[in-house]
């Protein structure tokens, strides 16, 4: 006994569980003396006390003291153990968890007992709540994530997937839970399906090895392609058992969002580049035509002096022509930047296209047989004849090139089209139809063919696919198309041929094609009158006053704006027409204008640049202006407008 007592000693002593042992009327008869830290009182002045009178009862939670005494009370009456879970709060304030089993026991003499030992599992308890949050918690975020997420086994099935993978991509869990992963790299594009493989074989398997799948597509259940982003990791659950744990990302809208911002870029970039060459081309074409204006004129002028017998009307003869040529670059140059002259009226399509045709037919004769589907009951357009027969000819021209000797055809046609039917993916540039009817004419060709990346440069200036070939070519027609308001269609492909569909909107006005306008020749109209020259290049002042004092007019020369001015406020009453050019230094044409009218009102002057027209005299507009040249021209052309202004009088209202 006295061993027995002792050993009991001992494990009370060492216990870490509570212990409490109640006679049947509820009093305590023992305490552990763990005990302590419930009460503020020794443990023998507890002895012999029930819960309520030894203070236990209020660091008992309230909660749960109703259901200790009823587990008590079972006990006693029924002989059975009973267990229960209750709160405790310790001296320190803190509220612990326990584990209690209360068991009956009767002693020697009789007396009923109910033993009870209570076991601290706050830290379970709060591990378990832990868990259970946890998994709480990872449940919430896997079904409200729009991403997809899925874990794989070691044996490679799906073994989960959340609700968003539906959403996403179509499949159920049904489709999905228990197959093979490896499987679904089949849904994955066939473009991307050999690297995400590779990348997943590749893997250890080993937790905690991560995985980084680059952008891939993958294939939805109605078909289409999803693009998806994807990270895995492998993890050991609680139970030992390895998965992986993959979370894929729908980027499909990031992808759209990233072409459309790289393709607005480049059309950025090209506009851009497009602006840039076109203020150097209308810059070096001004500059040009103040070089070309004194050698065509004085080429003709030449011409008009020379017996028809001279050995050297050869060599000016081709001083003349070679002039011209350059004009006629320089005006490719300005239709490049969109400040080509302009004359606009109501074109036929087909008649002009039929026109044109005919005129290159020699030079394609034996290369390529023209055909024709030209309507004749389509709407006019709005253009300048001279520019749209420009864009006709390097069109034809590059079908004649495309085509093997001889072994070719070429098909003209012309006709109507909505602009809600213009396929956009095919037009040039950044270009938006607007509403309405369009007029196009096509040419097309069955020779070689161009691939994706010569159509991305054939509207550059100076490319060329010719071992010879320079120039502006193609980039000259995109000016002058763009010019009219039109857009230009390309559709290629290598072996199989190209065309160009080139529209315009349709007109309201009926179509003509007006006969030349007739000039004088150089010295058949003579005239007594002045005319001022105010011109600050030097060929040009020289070939003017030449060509204006062969029919007897007088000249005053003037370098600048500013000497102009003064000039014709000497001799105002005198001076009959001005010859005013529209860039020089100090006072410029617009200012040097604007003085002369203020010295007289009724002035007549004519404008003189090498820029377009509606580039050059669009200031002058609501000013009066009386007539307009342009760079380089021909003494006739110009001298038969002097006489229009010196002939028509001084009435200002004429």
Not at 148 to 155: C, K
Not at 196 to 202: D, L, N, T
């Amino acid at each position: 006994m006295r061993d027995a007592e002792v050993r009991y000693g001992a494990l009370i002593g060492n216990s870490s569980d509570l212990i409490f042992e109640f006679d049947s009327n509820g009093r305590l008869v023992f305490l552990s003396p763990n005990c302590s830290s419930l009460v503020s009182r020794p443990l023998d002045e507890v002895l012999g006390k029930t819960v309520e009178e030894s203070g236990i009862l209020e660091s008992l939670h309230p909660e749960d003291r109703e259901p200790l005494f009823e587990a008590f009370r079972h006990v006693i009456k029924t002989e059975e153990e009973a267990r229960n879970r209750f709160r405790l709060c310790g001296l320190d304030g803190s509220w612990r968890c326990f584990e209690g089993v209360s068991t009956f026991c009767r002693q020697v003499e009789g007396s009923r007992r109910v033993l009870s030992i209570c076991r601290d599992v706050t830290e379970v308890v709060q591990a378990r709540q832990d868990h259970q949050e946890s998994e709480e918690l990872y449940r919430i975020v896997t079904d409200v994530s729009r991403d997809m997420i899925i874990e794989i086994d070691t044996a490679g099935r799906l073994a989960f997937a959340n609700r968003s993978v539906e959403e996403i991509t179509g499949y159920g869990k049904s489709d999905l839970i228990g197959k093979e992963y490896i499987s679904f790299f089949d849904l994955v594009h066939p473009n991307d399906r050999e690297r995400i493989v590779r990348q997943y074989e590749e893997q250890s398997g080993e937790p905690g090895d991560t995985v980084h799948y680059p952008p891939y597509r993958f294939r939805h259940k109605d078909g289409s392609w999803i693009w998806f982003s994807t990270i895995g990791t492998w993890y050991e659950k609680a139970s030992g058992e390895i998965r992986m744990l993959e979370v894929s990302r729908d980027i499909s809208r990031e992808i759209e969002r990233e072409a459309e911002r790289i393709e607005t870029a480049r059309q950025m970039l090209e506009r851009q580049k497009l602006e840039s060459l076109g203020v150097m081309a209308g810059g070096i074409t001004h500059d040009f035509n103040n070089l070309l204006t004194p050698i065509l004129g004085d080429a003709q002028l030449a011409l008009l002096d020379l017996p028809p017998d001279s050995p050297v009307r050869p060599h000016v003869a081709q001083i003349h022509h070679a002039a011209k040529r350059a004009a006629a670059l320089t005006r490719q140059m300005l239709a490049y930047s969109g400040q080509s002259p302009v004359s606009i009226e109501p074109v036929s399509v087909s008649r002009l296209v039929e026109e044109m045709g005919q005129l290159l037919e020699g030079t394609i004769s034996g290369k390529a047989a023209l055909i024709y589907d030209l309507p004749d009951d389509l709407p006019a357009v709005e253009g300048d004849i001279a520019q749209l027969s420009q864009v006709l000819m390097n069109l034809i021209t590059n079908a004649t090139e495309a085509i093997r000797e001889g072994a070719g055809r070429i098909t003209l046609r012309a006709g109507t089209v909505e602009a809600e039917k213009i396929d956009r993916s095919r037009v040039i540039g950044d270009c938006e139809p607007i509403p309405g009817r369009y007029v196009f004419f096509e040419v097309v060709d069955d020779g070689c063919g161009m691939d994706a990346e010569t159509q991305s440069k054939i509207f550059d200036p100076f490319f060329t696919t010719k071992f010879t070939g320079r120039g502006l070519g193609l980039a000259a027609v995109v000016g002058i198309v763009r010019s009219h308001g039109g857009m230009i269609e390309i559709d290629s492909e290598v072996g199989r041929g190209t065309r160009f569909r080139v529209l315009f909107p349709a007109a309201q006005q009926i179509a003509v094609f007006p006969t030349p306008e007739e000039t004088l020749p150089v010295e058949q109209w003579h005239a007594s009158s002045t005319v001022l020259v105010v011109d600050d290049d030097e060929g040009v002042r020289n070939l003017l006053a030449e060509t204006l004092r062969r029919v007897g007019l007088t000249v005053l020369l003037a370098s600048d704006g500013r000497e102009g001015v003064d000039l014709f406020r000497l001799h105002a009453d005198e001076i009959r027409a001005v010859v005013l050019d529209r860039t020089m230094p100090d006072i410029g044409g617009e200012d040097a204008f604007d003085e002369i009218r203020r010295i007289r009102p009724d002035a007549r002057i004519m404008l003189i640049s090498g820029y377009s027209e509606e580039r050059a005299a669009w200031h002058f507009i609501d000013k009066g202006l009386d007539a307009f040249m342009h760079k380089p021209f021909e003494p006739a052309v110009f001298l038969e407008k002097i006489r229009r202004i010196i002939d028509r009088g001084w009435d200002p209202n004429a």
